[in-house]
């Protein structure tokens, strides 16, 4: 009985050290991804931008590694400097939704009464609409654009955070230590950041790695349909969308920024879901 036990205990501290081995190698490749992508007008071997029609859809070659474009713009510097457009832009929507939403539900759960009430239904309004679907007409309403974009996606995101975050903060506003700070007479304010968000945030946090994924594809696809990022802007929703009557004649051109979007959501993937196994409670109690 007590080899079994060893066996077990043994099993479970292999498995809790590969998953700090995958979380280490997965966020130093994300970490280098995001570096990359910053310096990416650096790494260009040509000027994304020059045009020169007599280059115009060339097959890869040792001179162009991904060929050129239909304007005759070298497709590989392309590919690489649309990175820090689709990244940083993703980047920056799930900072904004996971603080917005946030926010404003920790704020609105602890304190509770109408104003709770009204938040959820409003966040229930926006949960019965088709996320994209519900973006595309914000994104069309406001006229199309990058940054429209992005404000598009936060209308329609933000919920699902603030769902979570409500979750968490009534289930910690009744704790002993809340009720203890109570008494201490310290102000809300500082309840909310010194006690409630430090234990609530891990779930938070675990989601919004994993929705990175998500948002690039969702952003990359408003540019798509020409709604998000527009040409000139290096960015790989738009450079498919730009080429996408060459797929048959020239598919590279498709798929370049598309292979690069794929790499993208899967190293950002493989980072959420390695830290959301390294948060599980049964993994950090072993």
């Not at 040509?46 to 040792?62: E, R, T, V």
């Not at 959820?120 to 990058?146: K, N, T």
């Not at 699902?160 to 201490?184: N, P």
Request: net charge positive.
């Amino acid at each position: 009985m007590t080899d079994k036990k060893e066996v077990s205990v043994r099993a479970q501290k292999i498995k809790k050290d590969n998953v700090k081995t995958r979380l280490i190698i997965f966020a130093i490749i994300a970490g280098l991804f995001v570096l990359f992508s910053l310096f990416s007008d650096k790494l260009c071997p040509y000027d994304p931008y020059l045009q020169d029609l007599s280059n115009a859809k060339q097959a890869p070659s040792a001179e162009h590694l991904f060929g050129t474009d239909v304007y005759g713009r070298d497709l590989l510097s392309r590919v690489i400097v649309g990175s820090r457009t689709s990244i940083y832009s993703t980047l920056l929507l799930v900072a904004i939704i996971t603080v917005l939403g946030t926010a404003i539900s920790v704020f609105c759960g602890y304190v509770g009464g109408w104003l709770d009430s009204v938040l959820m239904r409003i966040s229930d309004m926006f949960l019965a609409f088709p996320g994209l679907v519900f973006a595309l007409a914000v994104a069309g309403v406001l006229g199309g654009g990058l940054q429209n974009a992005i404000i598009a996606l936060v209308a329609i995101s933000w919920p699902k955070y603030a769902r979570i975050a409500r979750s968490q903060t009534l289930s910690q506003k009744e704790t002993a230590y809340i009720r203890a700070a109570k008494l201490s007479g310290t102000s809300t304010f500082k309840i909310i950041i010194r006690h409630i968000l430090p234990n609530i945030m891990g779930p938070i946090l675990v989601t919004s790695m994993l929705d990175i994924g998500t948002m690039m594809m969702e952003l990359a696809g408003l540019s798509f349909l020409g709604l998000g990022a527009k040409p000139p802007t290096a960015e790989w929703g738009s450079m498919m969308s730009d080429s996408r009557s060459l797929i048959s004649t020239a598919p590279l051109i498709v798929f370049a920024p598309g292979f690069a979007i794929f790499i993208s959501v899967m190293i950002f993937n493989l980072l959420g879901d390695t830290i959301r196994d390294y948060a599980d409670p049964k993994m950090r109690g072993r």
